[in-house]
C-alpha cells in the first residue's frame, strides 16, 4: 500500500481533506426492506428544513449513511446540535473527508490528531467498502502504529482519550472524533398527521415529542378560559410550541375559547364531574379540528392514575365520546420518567412557569374517579353539545410556527464522545 503520492494526487488530497462534512447514521430506517428509500428521502428533506438559514452546500445519501457538506467556516456546533434534533438520526459526526490512500490517512489523521489533548487513543475503522483491500482491524493498526509513532502516546482500547473514527465509504474516507446522539425515531411526516391537545404543563409537550419521534407530524390544540385565565398562559403555549417546531419544522397551534362551554358546565353538573366533562368537550372540538386538517388520531398527555381524572375508568369515558383514536404515548410513564424528558428537549423550564390551566377551575378537591358512561351521558343531556362545539370552533385562532434557527436550548442537548469536535 505504501508509495510516494505523485504530486496531483497530493493536491487531490488536500483539497479533499478541507472539506467539511456532517457524517450521519441511521438506525430504525435502515431496518425498513421495501420502503428504505421514501423513509431516507425523508429524512433527507427534514434534515434540508432542519437546516434551513444554516450555510450547508449538499445532504444526500451514500451507502447507508447521509452526508451533510457544510462550509470549512461554518457554525458546526450550532449545526451539529440542529441535526440532533432530526427525528431518524442515529448519530451525527463533524467529519472531514480524506483520501483512501495510506499515505493520505495518516498524513490527514495526523494533522488532524496532532494539536489535540490526549494520553491515550484508539481507532475504529469501519468498511462500508467491502472491496477496501484492507480490514478494519488492518488500517486500525497500521493507522494506530502510526499516531503511535508520531506522537509517543498509547493505545488503550476500552477507555481512550481520543476514539479516531475512519469509515471507509464509497470512494472516500471520513475521519471524526465525536459522535453526538441523535434523535432517533422516525422521519417526521412517515407517519400519519396528529392533534396533540396541548396544556401548559409539562406533560402534553412530552406526549408531542413522543409522537412526533414517531414519525408523525403534529397540529397543537390549546384550550383557554379567558377572561378566567390570563392572556400570559396562551403566550406560554406558543412558547411551548416554538420549542416543539424545532423537531418539526413547521407547526400549527388552534387556541380555542372554552369560557363558554365550561360556563355551562359548571351551571348544568355536579361539581365532582365536571373534570370529565371538560375533557369530552375538548376531545369533541380537537376531533373537529382534527377531521378539518386531515389528522387521524387524537394525543394527550394523559398517564394512568396520575391524577384523580385521570383513572382508566375515566380515560375510558372521556375517550368514548369520540370516534378518532385517541392515543396516550405517556400512559405507562411516571412522573419522573416524564419530567426527565422535558428536561432533556428543553420544555421544561416553560412548562413549570406559573400558570392557570382552564382545567383546574371551578373543580372541587375530591373529583369523580369512577365515571360511568351512562350516568355521564344523563347527565350530559342537559347541555347543548352542538351548540357549545360550534362556538369554540367558531372562536379558534389558527396560527402557523415557521422554523427559526436561534430557538434551540444549548444546554437541552445531550452530548457524548471524547476529543474536541
Ligand atoms: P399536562 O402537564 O399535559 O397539563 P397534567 O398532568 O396536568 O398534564 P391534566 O391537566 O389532567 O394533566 O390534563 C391531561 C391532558 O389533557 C393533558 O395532557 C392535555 O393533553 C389535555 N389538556 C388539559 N388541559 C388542556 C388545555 N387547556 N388545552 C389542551 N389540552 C389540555
Ligand atoms: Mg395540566
Redesign the pocket.
Known amino acids: 500500500m505504501k508509495h510516494a503520492a505523485p504530486d496531483g494526487a497530493l493536491i487531490r488530497s488536500i483539497i479533499a481533506f478541507v472539506r467539511r462534512f456532517f457524517l450521519c447514521h441511521y438506525h430504525e430506517v435502515g431496518l425498513k426492506k421495501g420502503n428504505r428509500a421514501f423513509f431516507e428521502r425523508r429524512l433527507c428533506e427534514n434534515i434540508r428544513k432542519a437546516l434551513a438559514g444554516f450555510p450547508f452546500k449538499t445532504v444526500r445519501r451514500i451507502s447507508g449513511r447521509i452526508l451533510v457538506e457544510v462550509p470549512e467556516d461554518a457554525p458546526h456546533q450550532r449545526i451539529g446540535r440542529r441535526l440532533q434534533k432530526v427525528f431518524g438520526l442515529a448519530s451525527c459526526s463533524p467529519a472531514w473527508l480524506s483520501g483512501q490512500s495510506l499515505e493520505d490517512l495518516e498524513r490527514n489523521l495526523w494533522t488532524l490528531v496532532r494539536d489535540r489533548e490526549f494520553d491515550t487513543f484508539k481507532i475504529e475503522a469501519r468498511r462500508a467498502q467491502k472491496s477496501f483491500p484492507l480490514t478494519s482491524p488492518e488500517l486500525n493498526r497500521l493507522l494506530g502504529s502510526h499516531v503511535v509513532e508520531r506522537s509517543g502516546k498509547g493505545v488503550n482500547l476500552t477507555a481512550p482519550d481520543l476514539t479516531c473514527h475512519v469509515d471507509i465509504v464509497e470512494r472516500y474516507a471520513f475521519l471524526y472524533f465525536t459522535r453526538l446522539p441523535g434523535a432517533r425515531g422516525l422521519p417526521v411526516t412517515t407517519s400519519g398527521r396528529t392533534v ?12 408531542a415529542y413522543k409522537i412526533m419521534k414517531r414519525g408523525c407530524p403534529v397540529i397543537f ?5 379567558y377572561p378566567f ?1 390570563n392572556l400570559e ?1 396562551q403566550e406560554k ?1 406558543r412558547r411551548l410550541v416554538r420549542l416543539l417546531n424545532e423537531f418539526q419544522f413547521e407547526s400549527v397551534l388552534y387556541r ?1 375559547p ?1 369560557a363558554h362551554t365550561q360556563r355551562q358546565i359548571v351551571a348544568l353538573t355536579p361539581p365532582e364531574t365536571r ?1 370529565v366533562f ?2 369530552r368537550f ?1 376531545l369533541r372540538i ?1 376531533e373537529r379540528l382534527a377531521l378539518k386538517e386531515g389528522a387521524l388520531a387524537l ?5 394512568i392514575g ?2 384523580a ?2 383513572t382508566l375508568a375515566n380515560l375510558s369515558v372521556i375517550s368514548s365520546t369520540v370516534a378518532m383514536p385517541v392515543l396516550r404515548p ?1 400512559v405507562g410513564d411516571d ?1 419522573e420518567e ?1 419530567i426527565q424528558t422535558a428536561r432533556r428537549i428543553g420544555t421544561f423550564p416553560v ?1 413549570i412557569l406559573p400558570d392557570v ?4 377551575l371551578f373543580v372541587p378537591k375530591h373529583p369523580e374517579t369512577r365515571a360511568r358512561a351512562a350516568a355521564i351521558e344523563e347527565i350530559e343531556a342537559a347541555l347543548d353539545v352542538e351548540e357549545l362545539v360550534a362556538a369554540a370552533l367558531d372562536g379558534a385562532e389558527r396560527e402557523i410556527f415557521e422554523s427559526s434557527p436561534s430557538e434551540l436550548p444549548a444546554a437541552a442537548i445531550p452530548s457524548r464522545g471524547n476529543g474536541p469536535s
Do not use: E, N
Open positions: 396533540v391537545l396541548l396544556s401548559g404543563g409539562i406533560d402534553s409537550p412530552v406526549a390544540v390549546h384550550f383557554h378560559s385565565t398562559s403555549v380555542v372554552f373534570v371538560y375533557r375538548m380537537a394525543v394527550t398527555g394523559d398517564s396520575q391524577v381524572s385521570q405517556l412522573k416524564i412548562s390551566d382552564c382545567c383546574s
